[in-house]
């Protein structure tokens, strides 16, 4: 009798996964999930490892308890941020990879566990912010946010840790590191460095954690990037009223039931309007530097003061909104940003001291100053291009090669250092430190000829033989190794390019969504409300915040306008089959798919599977063409196994003469 194939089975040997209570700190909460990453976890691997090999079938049951028993709603930002946590102790471990294996597993865990969700379930556990540790009393004068008191229908300050995370120093003469092992410590230095850890990450949601952390695998996940798209078309909104008492909330955009003046705070519209206002600021720029006014300040030039300071207090706006610095400079333009505000701040000084001492050197100044602000100006206006699946990709590749590029510009200048002190003492007499500096540079770059020419000028006997060794390790040695340092960056970054890709999207439309305040001014027009701020001293806030919602209306009326018809014209050409602007798209029909609030049906867990299904608590339902395949497939399998049956029926006759 043939053997039947044996029913696998959870690994005999696993970690018990935690009990996690729905109101548990959030320190505790990444302390225990800790503990089991580290047992479970003992070899490095990856995550595609993970995901198709048995290795990652030891995280199985973890998935299973958090998707039947875990309502936490800060559960997946704990999972992530133990990818930032579990990434900082790769960089000092003697065990290289491991700890970058149990970071890959937090992102394949919070995968799985957004995939045994309902949409309307996974929007609140990647959109839920996590409160300020530390109870605050927001100050009532304050009328700039409305969200102050609330962020996502929770009180800010909330948690009162009592057990800390681990730290990594020695606690009661015994080693202790967060992660590592189950030492419960409450003395005065853990719970600081609990505080610490936990600070990180306040007022973030798990999709900020994500970008925090570089979760790059979790945000490529098509559950997540369906959540993305969603935000950035505007069908997932964080604010549905334009009132006093208004909270940001996460929810699903109704129509008929939202404030229209609520799609200014739509990612793809304010991402149009900032493209609109780089172009305006631009031509400001050209205008300015063109006529040139030695005498006086011109109106262009008040304009673009005004465009300057709207764009300065945006970005202040922008890194007050961002809730944590880390979230601020995951985005690529950033530096421009600042870039631009610092260049515009010096032309300002140099041009006032300039015409208040008449002095043309100055003005000249303050105008070649501001000619620098065009290499960041102009690649700004483009920054819409990130979009686009190719420039998306060389993004990061530049991103990338720049460090490597900085990393290896170290050891060009110790070289450059130790060959320059030489040729300038052997020419002390032909050439000054000066002139020697810019002739080795014109070396370095490829003009070796000229070192060749100067050789003997410099020094009759050590010159030709130095320069000749200078060259070789410059033009060869250097140049080379340089090139291929660079194109290994860009194939690394290349060979996962969708993942690169997806998560400059994925920052890119977070940015823009942020934002806390209830009333969101576009710039220029964020100065306007500056004038009322005076008014905090002698109105109570709710006077001062309905005034702000009426200056909103009255100055974005043709905003909304534009958007108001925009989005009819998108509902035309939807209803007859055109595409409208939008975010990178899963291929998953032509047809597009909205999101949905109602709970789905589940799928039930077989009770000893070795392999993850769908829990009963939380489930999706079935896809059609995903269920057909199911049945094809069940259909094959049945049909083989009639047919080796059949084989070894004749197999096991007896062979006749």
């Keep these: ?51 198709s090999q048995p290795c990652g079938r030891i995280l199985y049951p973890l998935i299973s308890n958090l998707s039947d028993d875990t309502h936490h709603p800060a559960l997946v930002s704990a999972l992530l941020a133990l990818k930032t946590h579990f990434a900082a102790l790769e960089e000092a471990s003697d065990e290289p990879g491991v700890n970058q294996g149990r970071g890959y597993a937090c992102e394949y865990v919070a995968w799985q566990f957004l995939t045994n969700l309902s949409e ?53 003469g015994v080693p202790s590191n967060f992660g590592t092992d189950t030492i419960v410590d409450t003395s005065t230095a853990a719970l600081s460095q609990s505080d610490d850890f936990t600070s990180q990450f306040e007022n973030l949601s798990a999709l900020e954690i994500a970008c925090v952390s570089e979760s790059k695998k979790f945000l490529s996940q098509r559950p997540v990037q369906k959540i993305i798209n969603a935000v950035w078309r505007g069908d997932i909104v964080f604010w549905e009223t334009l ?28 991402k149009i309007f900032e493209t609109v206002f780089f172009a305006t600021f631009l031509v400001l720029y050209y205008v300015v530097l063109v006529k040139r006014s030695f005498t006086h300040i011109t109106p262009a030039e008040i304009l673009l003061y005004i465009w300057i300071a709207g764009f300065a207090y945006d970005e202040f706006g922008e890194w007050v909104d961002a ?44 105008y070649d100053v501001l000619g620098l602000a065009a290499l960041f100006l102009v690649p700004r206006i483009f920054a819409l291009l990130s979009l686009n699946p190719y420039f998306g990709t060389l993004i990061p590749c530049l991103k990338e090669m720049t460090k490597d590029f900085v990393k290896f510009l170290s050891l060009v200048i110790i070289l450059y250092l130790g060959f320059l002190t030489t040729f300038v003492l052997l ?18 770059f490829g003009s070796s000829y000229l070192g ?8 009759p006997y050590f010159g030709p033989p130095i320069m000749l060794v200078f060259v070789a390790l410059t033009n060869i040695l250097l140049i080379t190794s340089l090139i291929s340092l660079l194109s290994n960056s860009l194939t690394k970054v290349l060979d996962h390019a969708r993942e690169e890709y997806l998560f400059v999207y994925s920052v890119y439309v977070l940015e823009a969504s942020s934002s806390n305040r209830l009333t969101y001014y576009l ?98 339902e079935p896809d059609p063409q995903l269920k057909a395949l199911v049945l094809k497939l069940s259909s094959q399998v049945e049909e083989l196994t009639a047919m080796v049956s059949q084989l070894q029926k004749r197999n096991d006759e007896p062979t006749r003469c």
């Design 427 to 444: 020419a002390r007499d032909q050439f000054t430190p000066r002139e020697m500096s810019w002739i080795l540079i014109k070396v370095f």
């Design 523 to 620: 710039p220029p027009l964020n100065l306007i409300p500056l004038l009322l701020r005076p008014l905090r001293l002698i109105l109570p806030s709710e006077r001062l915040r309905s005034a702000r919602i009426v200056l909103l209306k009255a100055t974005h009326a043709p905003y909304v306008g534009a958007i108001w018809a925009y989005e009819q014209l998108a509902r035309r050409k939807r209803n007859s089959g055109m595409v409208s602007i939008s975010g990178p798209e899963t291929p998953t029909s032509t047809t597009k798919r909205t999101l949905r609030s109602t709970m789905n049906p589940p799928r039930p867990l077989a009770a000893g599977s070795y392999f993850p299904v769908r829990p009963q608590t939380r489930g999706s």
């Design 120 to 172: 309307r379930e996974a929007i609140d556990f990647l959109l839920y912010e996590l409160p300020s540790s530390s109870s605050t009393t927001p100050d009532s004068s304050d009328a700039e946010r409305a969200g102050g008191l609330r962020r996502n229908g929770n009180v800010n300050g909330g948690s009162n840790e009592q057990t800390p995370l681990l730290s990594s120093s020695e606690v009661d």
């Design 243 to 270: 009132s006093v008492n208004s909270v940001k909330c996460p929810k699903l955009y109704n129509r008929k039931r939202a404030d229209p003046f609520c799609r200014l705070r739509v990612p793809q519209y304010l």
């Design 323 to 366: 809730g944590q610095t880390s979230f601020y400079a995951s985005d690529f333009w950033w530096t421009w940003d600042i870039s631009i505000v610092l260049v515009g701040l010096i032309f300002f000084v140099l041009r006032i001291i300039g015409l208040t001492m008449s002095s043309n050197n100055i003005i000249d100044l303050s």
């Design 1 to 51: 009798m043939s053997s039947l194939p044996t029913t696998p089975r959870w690994p005999l040997e696993h970690p018990d996964a935690p009990h996690i209570a729905d109101d548990e700190d959030f320190g505790e909460l990444v302390r225990k999930l800790s503990f089991y990453f580290t047992e479970a976890i003992q070899l490095p691997h990856t995550f595609e490892e993970l995901r």
């Design 452 to 459: 060749f020419d100067v050789a003997q000028e410099i020094s």
